[in-house]
C-alpha cells in the first residue's frame, strides 16, 4: 500500500500568491517523522521542512509552514507569496520507527507564473 | 562543505555493462542509502547501509550490489546493466534512522542504458 500520497501532479501559482501542495500519509504507528523535499531543475533534492508526529505546532521555515492535521493523516505544504525560484518538484516523505527508508510521495511540480 | 558527493552526473551504459556509482559523505554519518527516482514513482530505496561493513536490501535491490568498507563512502554497483535501470539515482546519508533524522542527498546520477 502507498504510504505516502500526493494526489496533484502538477499545479500553476501566480508568483506572489500562496500555494498548498496536499500530502497524505498512512502508518500505524504513533511516532513518525514528516519531511518535504524540494528537487528544482538542476535536479538536487533540497530539504525544506520537518514535522515530528509529536509535536503541538505547525512546522514553519521561512515562507515555507507545514498544516499537520493529524487525526486526518495530511501533512500539506503552504508556500506563501510564491517566488519564480519557487518553480520545481515537490516531495513528501515520511520515516517510521525502525524502518531504514524514506517514504517517497510521487510528487508535485509547482510552476509560478510571473 | 562537501555534504555527499556522488559521480558521475551522467552516464549512458549499453545492456550488459557493468559500472560503478561512487558516493563519499564527510558528515561522518552512520546511515547511507541509496534511491533511485522514477518518474511518477517519487523515490524507492535500493540498498541501506547503518555502519561500516553492515549493508543491507530496500525495496528495489534486484541488480544491485553494494558495499561499505568505510564510515565515508558507499558505492553502488550495477552488475549487468538492463534498459529498467535507467533512471536517476541518488545516494543519500543521515545521522541515524531516527524519525527525526533530515537525509542529506548527493546531486544524482542520470543513468541512461541502451
Known amino acids: 500500500a502507498q504510504k505516502i500520497t500526493q494526489t496533484q501532479p502538477g499545479m500553476f501559482v501566480q508568483e506572489k500568491e500562496a500555494v498548498t501542495l496536499d500530502c497524505t500519509y498512512d502508518?500505524?504507528?504513533?511516532?513518525?517523522?514528516l519531511f518535504w523535499y524540494k528537487q528544482p531543475s538542476s535536479g538536487e533534492m533540497i530539504f525544506l521542512i520537518y514535522?515530528?508526529?509529536?509535536?503541538?505546532q505547525n512546522a514553519t521555515e521561512g515562507r515555507y509552514s507545514l498544516n499537520f492535521q493529524k487525526a486526518r493523516k495530511s501533512a500539506n505544504l503552504v508556500i506563501s507569496a510564491s517566488q519564480l525560484g519557487d518553480s520545481a518538484m515537490y516531495f513528501c516523505?515520511?520515516?517510521?520507527?525502525?524502518?531504514?527508508?524514506?517514504?517517497f510521495g510521487a510528487g508535485t511540480t509547482v510552476t509560478v507564473r510571473a | 562543505n562537501a555534504g555527499v558527493t556522488q559521480t558521475p552526473k551522467f552516464q549512458v551504459l549499453k545492456t550488459g555493462q557493468s559500472m560503478t556509482l561512487q558516493c563519499a559523505q564527510d558528515?561522518?554519518?552512520?546511515?547511507m542509502s541509496w534511491y533511485r527516482q522514477d518518474p511518477g514513482m517519487g523515490l524507492r530505496l535500493i540498498h541501506y547501509?547503518?555502519?561500516?561493513?553492515?549493508?543491507d536490501q530496500g525495496e528495489v535491490p534486484n541488480g544491485y550490489n553494494v558495499s561499505r568498507s568505510t564510515t565515508e563512502d558507499f558505492p553502488l554497483r550495477l552488475l549487468s546493466a538492463a534498459p529498467s535501470q535507467t533512471s536517476v539515482y541518488f545516494c543519500?546519508?543521515?545521522?541515524?534512522?531516527?524519525?527525526?533524522?533530515?537525509?542529506?542527498f548527493g546531486q544524482g546520477t542520470r543513468l541512461t542504458v541502451v
Open positions: 502508518t500505524s504507528d504513533q511516532s513518525y517523522g
Open positions: 516523505a515520511m520515516r517510521e520507527p525502525n524502518d531504514y527508508k524514506l517514504s
Open positions: 547501509s547503518v555502519g561500516a561493513g553492515i549493508t
Open positions: 558528515m561522518n554519518h552512520e546511515y
Open positions: 514535522q515530528g508526529s509529536y509535536d503541538e
Open positions: 543519500a546519508s543521515s545521522y541515524s534512522s531516527g524519525i527525526f533524522s533530515e537525509a542529506f
